[in-house]
Nanobody, 126 residues
Framework: QVQLVESGGGSVQAGGSLRLSCAAS???????MGWFRQAPGKEREGLAA????????YYSDSVEGRFTISQSKSKNTLYLQMNSLKPEDTAMYYC????????????????????WGQGTQVTVSS
């Protein structure tokens, strides 16, 4: 019983920044939460994940050094800070949660997550 709602998407120029938020009901029951994106005609791509208990984070190569995942347990909220945005970052962005133990690359595999938000659109123009 985890419900997720994303916010913070919008349109920005290349090189700009956005911070996405994900409000989570049932946060205490999750093991891992993550951020994913999907562009038209492409597979859903895992970007970053966090163990909600320890705060340990994991990133995909495509966003390492530009994006930062974080959480506020007191606010039951997950964040994704996105800097140095590129046009190829344009996509629908989703947060997700799982109660399942995940490790390594599987931490950012969409099929490991069973709770999903509705998504928030990010558009980066040149």
């Amino acid at each position: 019983q985890v419900q997720l709602v994303e916010s913070g998407g919008g349109s920005v120029q290349a090189g700009g920044s956005l911070r996405l938020s994900c409000a989570a009901s049932g946060y205490r029951y999750t093991y891992s939460m993550g951020w994913f994106r999907q562009a038209p005609g492409k597979e859903r791509e895992g970007l970053a994940a966090i163990y909600t208990g320890s705060g340990n984070v994991y990133y995909s190569d495509s966003v390492e050094g530009r994006f930062t995942i974080s959480q506020s347990k007191s606010k039951n909220t997950l964040y994704l800070q996105m800097n140095s945005l590129k046009p190829e970052d344009t996509a629908m962005y989703y947060c997700a949660a799982t109660r399942t133990v995940v490790a390594g690359r599987e931490r950012i595999l969409p099929e490991k997550y069973n709770y999903w938000g509705q998504g928030t659109q990010v558009t980066v123009s040149s």
